[in-house]
C-alpha cells in the first residue's frame, strides 16, 4: 500500500514527529526520483513511476511537487547542495580556471549534467520553473563569480567596473554552447583555453 506523509499519526504526535516522517518521506521521494533518472533519464520521468517505485502515495508527491520538472529540479538542487565548495586561492585567474573547470566536470557525462539538459529544455515554456532554475542554479554561479571578481578587484588584478553577470555569461556562455548546441568536445581542456582566452579582457592593465 502506498505511504502518506500523513498516515500514522495519533492525536498526541507532536509536530516534530509529524516533521520527521514528513522529511522522511521527502528523501525517499528524492532518492528515487534521482535512481529513475539516472536508469532511465529525464525523458522518461514520471511522477506516476516515482510514486510506483518509492511506496509514496502518487496525491503526496503532488501536495509538494507540480510536475517531474518540479522533482527533477528538486533533486538537483539536492545533489549541488553535496557539491564541495572551492578552496580559496590568492589568484584570480586560478580560481577561474577552477570554477570553469569544476562548472564543465559537472555537466559533462554526470548525472547532474543530464539532469541540468533536461531541466534547460523545459525552462522556455515553464514560466515558474524558469524563474526557480535562476535564482538558484544560475544565481549560486552568479554570486560565486560576483565574489570572485570582487577579490579580484580588492587585489588589483582585475579591472575596476566589471559586470559580474556579464562575467558569469562571457564564462558559461560557451560551455552550455558547445553542451547544448555544437556537440564539440567539453573538457578540463576546453575549460582551461576559456579562462585563457578571456581573463586578458578581465584584467587590470598595467600602469604605463
Known sequence: MALDAGDGGTAGSTVSG??????????????????????SGFSSLT???????????????????????DLAMAVLLDMLGDVSTLPYVKDTQAELTRLVGRTVELMSGTLLGRIMQGLVSEVAVDVELAGTYRATVVGKRVREVTALVERGVERGELRDGLDPEL??????????????????????????????????????????
Open 167 to 208: 562575467v558569469t555569461d562571457l564564462l558559461l556562455g560557451p560551455i552550455y554552447y558547445r553542451l547544448f548546441l555544437s556537440g564539440e568536445p567539453l573538457d578540463e581542456a576546453f575549460g582551461r583555453q576559456l579562462v585563457a582566452s578571456l581573463y586578458p579582457a578581465f584584467a587590470k592593465k598595467p600602469e604605463a
Open 47 to 69: 511522477v506516476e513511476r516515482v510514486a510506483e517505485r518509492s511506496g509514496v502515495a502518487k496525491s503526496t508527491i503532488y501536495r509538494r511537487y507540480r510536475s517531474r520538472n
Open 18 to 39: 509529524h516533521q520527521k516522517r514528513r522529511a522522511r518521506t521527502e528523501r525517499v521521494v528524492l532518492d528515487t526520483t534521482r535512481e529513475l533518472l539516472a536508469d
